[in-house]
């Protein structure tokens, strides 16, 4: 077996973090996957400039709407089969990297967003139940399962400062948190608590607004996911809250494979 490290960012606009270097530090790490969200590019504007460190296989899937959403995924491992799963994505916002590796498939997913209004909260719920159909589908066809992004959902009070202010806001809606309980009862294994337990005060996100991170009143919201037969092969799962440049910060999953 060997060691994989993965990491997930929502950078929310890779230009604009390009121009921080806040991604520099990847030269520094060893990363075999790295899935970026929200990069709100197409693969011909992405800056040759985020890092030094060369990957064998970029994957990138933008949205039909430029300057929005969008997923990439650099990977030091080659793929057997890639995709983008339009079957879940149906609107083609760029939301989904599919990567085929031996019997795993990685999903690299930046979920929608019900805060606008009701129409996108439906939108975001079709679109947990259409991707979790998709998971199930592959997990039937022998598939081992690895999910990372940005959910967009806190699951428990313990993922969020503030769950009584936010228990009406889309991100922390009752049927929205119900779904990730039906995720994990389903085989699938949050990995952050799987390895840290019930640690308080971690989040992934915090508002620009109002010093939230300075003062960490945050989300977790972006999760490593994997299908409860890899459960054995978890190394390390962690949040990189030290790291800058967006207004979510990294996270990590070490798995051996």
């Not at 709100?40 to 949205?63: D, G, L, R, W, Y």
């Not at 699951?155 to 009406?168: F, S, T, V, Y």
Request: one cysteine or more.
């Amino acid at each position: 077996m060997e060691e994989l490290n993965f990491v997930s960012w929502n950078v929310n606009g890779i230009r604009a973090v390009d121009k921080k270097e806040a991604l520099r530090w990847i030269d520094e790490k060893e990363v075999d996957f790295l899935a970026l969200q929200e990069i709100k590019a197409q693969k011909e504007q992405i800056p040759s400039t985020i890092f030094e460190k060369n990957f064998c296989e970029v994957h990138v899937n933008s949205s039909s709407k430029k300057g929005q959403s969008g997923v990439a995924l650099f990977s030091s491992v080659p793929s057997e089969k890639s995709g983008i799963a339009q079957n879940v994505d149906i609107l083609d916002e760029g939301r989904i990297n599919e990567f085929h590796y031996k019997n795993i498939v990685f999903l690299n997913v930046y979920f929608p967003n019900g805060q606008r209004n009701e129409e996108r909260l439906a939108y975001k719920m079709a679109f947990y139940d259409r991707f979790f159909t998709h998971c199930q589908k592959l997990r039937k066809e022998g598939k081992s399962l690895i999910i990372c992004g940005d959910v967009n959902t806190a699951h428990k009070e313990i993922d969020l400062a503030r769950p009584k202010a936010n228990e009406n806001t889309s991100g922390f809606l009752k049927m929205e948190r119900e779904w990730i309980d039906k995720l994990l009862s389903n085989g699938y294994i949050d990995t952050f608590r799987h390895v840290n337990g019930d640690i308080k005060d971690r989040y992934s996100w915090w508002s620009y607004r109002a010093g939230a991170r300075k003062n960490n009143v945050g989300w977790r919201i972006d999760y490593f996911y994997v299908s409860s037969d890899l459960k054995d092969n978890i190394i390390d799962a962690q949040i990189h809250d030290d790291i800058i440049g967006s207004d979510h910060c990294p996270i990590s999953l070490k798995l051996k494979l």
